[in-house]
């Protein structure tokens, strides 16, 4: 069974080809992991402090920014919300396709629920109807099984220091579905998987392809 991560649908919106390398040829490409290290720091910091274990001695860890960046999380109000589940893995079904992934955090208030996501670059340009904002959203509401009175998609941006959020409803739900359906119906039918030219210039396959 596949289940179609936010990333493996970007992928293939991107370039079909690029998908079939990744995760069909599984192909990979020796990458720098220097730019993620900062923001994995903080995810793992934050997953252990909603968690309740102590944190202190790993904090004395980070260097100025990323203790400037930690605050700023520490401070932010949704964050200190209610801890329901981190780091979690999720997945439900859409029609014949399997959707789902990791997600930071989902915190609550009474039966308010939030789906927290900490950038520490910068949030999607459409953040409504990001992949990940469309599979995590339509994995909790199927979690939870509409037990809520409220469920929200929260972007936190830890560089602006601002929150993007997303109030889930019935009309988001139907639409992410039909969106959904559609590309995952895209993917299982391609047996091509065409090049796509207009994203060639930084694409770390581009000898390869």
């Known amino acids: 069974m596949t289940i179609l991560s936010p990333n493996m649908l970007k992928t293939y919106q991107t370039c079909p080809k690029l998908y079939k390398f990744r995760y069909i040829d599984k192909l990979n490409i020796p990458t720098s992991n220097t730019p993620f290290e900062k923001g994995k720091k903080i995810h793992a910091l934050a997953n252990y402090f909603l968690q309740g274990v102590n944190i202190s001695r790993i ?29 979690y893995q999720l997945s439900c079904k859409i029609d014949k396709f399997w959707i789902g992934g990791r997600l930071d955090a989902i915190v609550q208030d009474g039966e308010n629920y939030y789906i927290l996501d900490y950038k520490t670059g910068s949030i999607p340009k ?34 602006t220091k601002t929150n993007y959020v997303i109030n889930f409803n019935n009309e988001l739900k139907n639409e992410y579905q039909n969106k959904l359906l559609e590309i995952c119906t895209k993917i299982a039918k391609d047996s091509i998987y065409r090049e796509n030219h207009n994203s060639c210039s930084n694409c770390n396959y581009i000898n390869k392809c």
Request: net charge negative.
């Open 59 to 87: 904090e004395t860890v980070l260097n100025e920014n990323e203790k400037e960046i930690w605050q700023t999380l520490l401070d932010n109000p949704f964050f200190r919300k209610k801890h329901f589940q981190s780091e």
């Open 126 to 159: 459409s953040p409504e109807y990001d992949y990940q904002t469309m599979v995590y959203l339509l994995c909790v509401d199927k979690f939870l099984k509409g037990n809520y009175d409220s469920l929200s998609f929260v972007y936190i941006n830890l560089k």
